[in-house]
T-cell receptor, first 116, second 116 residues
Framework: DAGVIQSPRHEVTEMGQEVTLRCKPI?????LFWYRQTMMRGLELLIYFNNNVPIDDSGMPEDRFSAKMPNASFSTLKIQPSEPRDSAVYFC??????????????FGPGTRLTVL | AQKVTQAQTEISVVEKEDVTLDCVYETRDTTYYLFWYKQPPSGELVFLIRRNSFDEQNEISGRYSWNFQKSTSSFNFTITASQVVDSAVYFC?????????????FGTGTRLTIIP
């Protein structure tokens, strides 16, 4: 079975440019999570969706960040305009819904973003 | 609020030695879930184990074992006869019980280096 798929794996862009990160969750999973990993702050949850609906976006740093999930098999995280401090590894994770809520989260390979 | 503490920032051991990674957590929930993830040098996050708070049995999987003790709020991870392939950053994580508690709270990770 295919795991969580993220694209691109690496992105280098210049400050001020728009960046779009993509994620395809594991088929049948109802939850999708976006995380950011930096040396200074570790792993941070940015936003998560349940059945394509955003549930908690309190971790989104500021208005420059936006996330969408137009259908069950695709999500995007957009940064506009990008800044050097956005440089990080962005992970997407998904999990099925079980009787007591979400199950184990399975992570994609990550997108390493560098903003010059 | 939930909190996960991994006090060991870095550990180095010689191959074939046993090593224990510590994880201490804080939560007010009576039901919760604990996880360990491995992040090898390639960068992906690999799920290792999930433990429910109501199941205090220790678990063994090959060279890996986990010691869950509610009395001390700890969920420690032991690698027996370590191998170079075990070199990675290991994260402990905590999640609440039910709907609306899907967030994972991660520790800061322990970087394990196995010296050949």
């Amino acid at each position: 079975d295919a795991g969580v798929i993220q694209s691109p794996r690496h992105e280098v862009t210049e400050m001020g440019q728009e960046v779009t990160l993509r994620c395809k969750p594991i088929s049948g999973h109802d939850y999708l999570f976006w995380y950011r990993q930096t040396m200074m702050r570790g792993l941070e949850l940015l936003i998560y969706f349940n059945n394509n609906v955003p549930i908690d976006d309190s971790g989104m740093p500021e208005d420059r960040f936006s996330a969408k999930m137009p259908n069950a098999s695709f999500s995007t995280l957009k940064i506009q305009p990008s800044e050097p401090r956005d440089s990080a590894v962005y992970f997407c994770a998904s999990t099925p819904q079980v009787l007591v809520g979400a199950d184990t989260q399975y992570f994609g390979p990550g997108t390493r973003l560098t903003v010059l | 609020a939930q909190k996960v503490t991994q006090a060991q920032t870095e550990i180095s051991v010689v191959e074939k030695e046993d090593v224990t990674l510590d994880c201490v957590y804080e939560t007010r929930d009576t039901t919760y879930y604990l996880f360990w993830y491995k992040q090898p040098p390639s960068g992906e996050l690999v799920f290792l184990i999930r433990r429910n708070s109501f199941d205090e049995q220790n678990e063994i999987s090959g060279r890996y074992s986990w010691n869950f003790q509610k009395s001390t709020s700890s969920f420690n991870f032991t690698i027996t006869a370590s191998q170079v392939v075990d070199s990675a950053v290991y994260f402990c994580a905590l999640r609440g019980p039910n709907f609306g508690n899907e967030k994972l709270t991660f520790g800061t990770g322990t970087r394990l280096t196995i010296i050949p």
